[in-house]
């Protein structure tokens, strides 16, 4: 069985900056893709910040400039930096590995979600 733990969320004032963490375990043999997600009530699920297989990212217009995804495949591991933050980056985070393969499976994993709170 595939978990995916997060870290790293909590109070931080406008300007200020958080680094998120997400480290998967279990019988893992691959990993797609990985990304980090956020949502707050009453709204969608939405795209942060995305890195392929082969390293390349994409990020939300809104965090472009802000905000770094990258991993550790060492450790199966995906990290946010979020820098400069604003007010409107208030949400829960959510990390995602897509399509890890195991010996059993081939499925999609997310975290259990992290409260990122900003204070203006």
């Known amino acids: 069985q595939v978990q995916l733990v997060e870290s790293g969320g909590g109070v931080v004032q406008a300007g200020g900056s958080l680094r998120l963490s997400c480290e998967a375990s279990g019988n893992i043999l691959s990993i797609s893709a990985r990304g980090w997600y956020r949502q707050v009530p009453g709204k969608q699920r939405e795209l942060v910040a995305r890195?392929?297989?082969?390293?390349?990212?994409n990020y939300a217009d809104s965090v472009k400039g802000r905000f770094t995804i990258s991993r550790d495949d060492t450790k199966n591991t995906v990290y946010l930096q979020m820098d400069s933050l604003k007010s409107e980056d208030t949400a829960v985070y959510y990390c995602?590995?897509?399509?890890?393969?195991?010996?059993?499976?081939?499925?999609?994993?997310w975290g259990q979600g992290t409260q990122v709170t900003v204070s203006s």
């Open positions: 995602q590995f897509e399509r890890v393969r195991t010996i059993v499976a081939i499925r999609d994993y």
């Open positions: 890195v392929s297989g082969l390293g390349r990212t």
